[in-house]
């Protein structure tokens, strides 16, 4: 599976942003996906996920409320939306897959809100 991130940008605090994750490959080996992010001189983190059913999501405290992940599943698109973005969510964020044989990283795409 190959994943590509997309929609990253600079936006002031309290805006808002959409990402978008294109999946190709053997993609009826996805399980679930979701969003990590990365922030400069941290580890990186736990944002969102998604199966690939709907059934079950799942975030961070510290997005609860302001993001929201969804998945189409007719061609294996995973979204991101963002909302009321503060400083603290500037970060390069990374699509992730979980298949039958591991995961599969995107190579992330870089967010900054400017206070």
């Known amino acids: 599976v190959q994943l590509i991130e997309t929609g990253g940008g600079l936006v002031q605090a309290g805006g808002s942003l959409r990402l978008s994750c294109a999946a190709s490959?053997?993609?009826?080996?996805?399980?679930?996906m979701g969003w990590y992010r990365q922030a400069p001189g941290k580890q990186r983190e736990f944002v969102a996920l998604i199966t690939s059913g709907r059934e079950y999501t799942n975030y961070a405290d510290s997005v609860k409320g302001r993001f929201n992940i969804s998945i189409d599943n007719a061609d294996y698109t995973l979204y991101l939306q963002m909302n009321d973005l503060i400083p603290e969510d500037t970060a390069v964020y990374y699509c992730?897959?979980?298949?039958?044989?591991?995961?599969?990283w995107g190579q992330g795409t870089q967010v900054t809100v400017s206070g």
């Open positions: 490959g053997t993609t009826f080996t996805i399980n679930a």
């Open positions: 992730h897959a979980a298949t039958w044989t591991g995961l599969a």
